[in-house]
């Protein structure tokens, strides 16, 4: 009869990927906030309208959704090495 694995070492694996994407939230926020904080500094200086404030907002986004699929297709990757 074959041996059961631990539930245990399943949750460590659960749970780490838990913090993982909960990280990489703040880390998508933060970026957000950054970009839109610099772009509006940047108009303000400018004396402009919101020109800076939308380029640096949808150009965080981009980074940000590229950062996202990136760690995405990594963990399907290493799932799919895993299993094999």
Known sequence: MPRQKSGKGNWRKHSAGYAKYSGLAVQMGATLFICYWIGAKIDEWAGGGRLFTILLTVLGVLGVIYSLIRSL???IDDD???NT
Do not use: F, W
């Open 73 to 75: 297709t990594k963990d």
């Open 80 to 82: 799919g090495k895993e």
